[in-house]
């Protein structure tokens, strides 16, 4: 089925270790997005890619790196994990100039819980 | 910082009523989208309003966009118990990129009792 693949569904992780949230996407769409959701708040942006080489930083950027080798997948790594990290984490995409006419296409999130 | 802020929070309505939430924004906008989100699950779209639309329908849905104030409505008419979920509003804001990102309000979740 095309769309957003986000693995793993659920992590949880101590203070200091680090990991990847994988993001794939089958839809040749070029701009992918790693968002975060905390209670009670809507999506906050952490970190996006128009294409394949190039990502830049969101609203809440900080512990967070990424990288874009390929057009199909965005992975999100966390260094050193944090409690503050405690989050649900979606990923979306959408082709270029389709935000203007186009909804973005969410993954099913993973919640990931730092102790 | 969010540029939405929705209205109400929470909202809970007897299935086959109306309901309304409302989202209000900072700053000149591209478009509007509404979003979807059930229990623990991605965010759908809904649907999408250009800054130079009025009213929108889809279905069930009527969205509204007043760019004087700066605000917008979802209606979901005769609602069901699979209504029940989080709605968002996010808007896309106008860049000399190609980058347009999607920013949320904090959302108004929706309970539709049978």
């Known amino acids: 089925n095309a769309g957003v693949t986000q693995t793993p569904k659920f992590q949880v992780l101590k203070t200091g270790q680090s990991m990847t949230l994988q993001c794939a996407q089958d839809?040749?769409?070029?701009?992918m997005s790693w968002y975060r959701q905390d209670p009670g708040m809507g999506l906050r942006l952490i970190h996006y890619s128009v294409g394949a080489g190039i990502t830049d930083q969101g609203e809440v950027p900080n512990g967070y790196n990424v990288s874009r080798s390929t057009t199909e997948d965005f992975p999100l790594r966390l260094l050193s994990a944090a409690p503050s990290q405690t989050s649900v984490y979606f990923c979306a995409s959408i082709r270029t100039g389709g935000s203007l006419n186009y909804g973005y296409t969410f993954g099913s999130g993973t919640r990931l819980t730092v102790v | 910082s969010q540029q939405g802020e929705e209205d109400p929070q929470a909202l809970s309505i007897q299935e086959g009523e109306n309901a309304t939430m409302n989202c209000s924004y900072k700053?000149?906008?591209?478009?509007l989208q509404w979003y979807r989100q059930n229990s623990g699950r991605g965010l759908v779209h809904l649907i999408l309003?250009?800054?130079?639309?009025r009213e929108k329908h889809s279905g069930r849905l009527r969205v509204t966009l007043d760019t004087s104030k700066k605000s917008s409505s979802l209606l979901i008419t005769a609602s069901r118990a699979a209504d029940t979920a989080s709605y968002f509003c996010?808007?896309?804001?106008?860049?000399?990129?190609?980058?347009?990102?999607?920013?949320f309000g904090s959302g108004t979740q929706l309970t539709v009792l049978p």
């Open positions: 839809m040749n769409h070029e701009y």
């Open positions: 996010a808007t896309v804001v106008p860049s000399s990129g190609s980058a347009r990102q999607l920013t």
């Open positions: 309003i250009r800054s130079n639309e």
């Open positions: 700053t000149s906008i591209n478009n």
